[in-house]
């Protein structure tokens, strides 16, 4: 099999404290992404998710154990700038991440950083602003725009500097529902036809059903790691860290216990539907 595009072998990371012990709050983290792939990581707060982010594009490097990025290790500075063009980062709050007058000044930002021709710039600022849906807005203001706008601008600006994989951290916590959804097929459709391959971080259960792969941390640890439907039937344990399945299979559950016929696992309403209603 191809090697994986991202690989954490036995990664361990301690904030430093001064003279004090630091706070370890990554203990042994063995995790792969292959290319293309569309991961969701989900964790309680403090769960080490935010750390594990930082790892994949060497804003921290680790204490012991090693990142790979495309063959390339984090820990050496050396390679930091070909890790940082594979790897785009999206964070919890857009309005940080916004920086120019207007929507396509700020997605050219990154280029511009490259050295990269100002010709090949236009064009791909076009690209990326059509890949997010916003390029009707491309002369406006960016802080006039919504939450769920910003973000996708936000995401135009990664990917117009042509990265392999994206991380987003959290990156619809602070959106309204709408603009979570905005977010999230954006995401979904740049996985999908762009083949970028995705760590999508998240506490919203109803945004994980979609990955790939789900990957549960706790204590800095990956403690369950499956396809969403493996993931979610395990409901004891995930309530045990604090964490719910989504609402549906939370249903399907509770019907279950009532005596219906309906399997574990079932993740969204078309599947519910299908077991209540087969006919239709
Ligand atoms: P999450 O993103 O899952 O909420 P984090 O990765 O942000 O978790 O944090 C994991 C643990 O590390 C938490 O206990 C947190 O308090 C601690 N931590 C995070 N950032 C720092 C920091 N800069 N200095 C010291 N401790 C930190
Ligand atoms: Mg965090």
Not at 33 to 61: D, P, Y
Not at 195 to 207: A, C, P, Q, Y
Not at 228 to 245: H, T, Y
Not at 255 to 260: A, D, V
Request: net charge negative.
């Amino acid at each position: 099999m191809k090697e994986p595009l991202i690989r954490f072998s036995n990664v361990s990371f301690t904030y430093a404290h001064g003279q004090a012990a630091g706070w370890q709050a990554l203990t042994d983290v063995n995790l792969e992404i292959h290319e293309h792939e569309f991961v969701a990581v989900l964790g309680r707060n403090g769960s080490g998710k935010s750390t594990l982010a930082k790892h994949v594009n060497a804003l921290l490097t680790p204490t012991s154990g090693r990142v790979l990025v495309d063959g390339l290790d984090t820990s050496d500075p050396e390679h930091v700038w070909e890790i940082r063009q594979r790897v785009g980062m999206v964070f919890q709050n857009p309005d940080n991440q916004l920086v120019a007058t207007t929507v396509e000044e700020d997605v050219a930002f990154g280029p511009e950083n490259l050295g990269i021709p100002s010709a090949e710039i236009r064009s791909r600022v076009t690209e990326a602003l059509e890949a997010v849906d916003m390029l009707p807005y491309r002369l406006h203001p960016p802080h006039r725009l919504s939450g769920g706008q910003k973000q996708r601008v936000a995401i135009a600006g990664m990917i117009s500097m042509r990265p392999k994989c994206i991380v987003l951290d959290e990156p619809t916590a602070m959106l309204d529902p709408a603009g979570r959804r905005e977010v999230m097929r954006t995401i979904q459709r740049l996985n999908q036809e762009e083949g970028i391959t995705v760590l999508h971080i998240t506490h919203h259960m109803d945004e994980v059903i979609a990955a790939d792969r789900v990957v549960v941390m706790d204590q800095g640890r990956i403690v369950l790691e499956g396809s969403p439907r493996e993931v979610f039937s395990q409901a004891e344990l995930l309530r045990g860290l604090n964490l719910d399945v989504p609402q549906v299979t939370d249903l399907a559950r509770r019907l279950k216990n009532r005596g219906l016929a309906i399997p574990e696992g079932v993740l969204t309403v078309k599947e519910m539907v299908m077991q209540l209603c087969p006919s239709d």
